[in-house]
């Protein structure tokens, strides 16, 4: 079972960046997926789910309104769209697939992180 993530980058405070999570090895359907971002010195945190089959998303509050998550159940990949970026978003991105949950220790599998870099 393999997540890649991918789309990370630098971008200006304002811009705009779509992370993707590219799962392989079984479907996920049943699975909650998420994407977490780390701060260096920070612990890992929820930034958004999505429920795989019912397509519900569930959102932190500091990303409302900013970041969009969805999926494509025909390329097995989850997309984190996020815009109005800030400098405190700057962290290493990763998804997850999991059980469903705002902690980190409920899930299984994770990709490898994408750097996400927004200047001022």
């Known amino acids: 079972v393999q997540l890649q993530a991918s789309g990370g980058g630098l971008v200006q405070a304002g811009g705009s960046l779509r992370l993707s999570c590219a799962a392989s090895?079984?479907?996920?359907?049943?699975?909650?997926m998420g994407w977490f971002r780390q701060a260096p010195g920070k612990e890992r945190e929820f930034v958004a789910g999505?429920?795989?089959?019912?397509?519900?998303?569930y959102y932190a509050d500091s990303v409302k309104g900013r970041f969009t998550i969805s999926r494509d159940n025909a390329k097995n990949t989850v997309y984190l769209q996020m815009n109005s970026l800030k400098p405190e978003d700057t962290a290493v991105y990763y998804c997850a697939a999991g059980l469903g949950s705002s902690a980190p220790g409920a899930y299984s599998y994770w990709g490898q992180g994408t750097q996400v870099t927004v200047s001022s």
């Open positions: 999505i429920n795989w089959s019912a397509g519900s998303t």
């Open positions: 090895g079984r479907t996920f359907s049943g699975y909650f």
